[in-house]
């Protein structure tokens, strides 16, 4: 009876234990969230070499040639 009841309390232990593993920390939606414009620059060296912090021109210019040049496939393949 004893050993029994040794038994059912650990596999309720390890039951537990691993119950707890599958836990997950609630997920909220807010990242980095700033006052300032994106074309406002962050205040680094990791710039367009060219491009002035506050151009809103030269930004959006610089996002659409990186859409149209780089993260484009069709352009990427026909231009090999």
């Not at 040794?6 to 599958?22: D, E, R």
């Not at 060296?45 to 021109?57: I, L, R």
Request: aromatic share 8%; net charge positive; hydrophobic share 40%.
């Amino acid at each position: 009876m004893m050993k029994r009841l040794v038994h059912s309390a650990l596999a309720a232990a390890v039951a537990l234990v691993a119950l707890t593993a599958c836990g997950e920390k609630p997920q909220t939606g807010a990242g980095i969230r700033s006052d300032a414009a994106p074309y406002a620059g962050t205040g680094s060296n990791f710039m367009q070499p060219g491009w002035k912090a506050g151009d809103k021109a030269g930004w959006e210019a610089q996002l659409k040639a990186r859409q149209l040049y780089g993260q484009n496939e069709y352009t990427r393949t026909q231009s090999k």
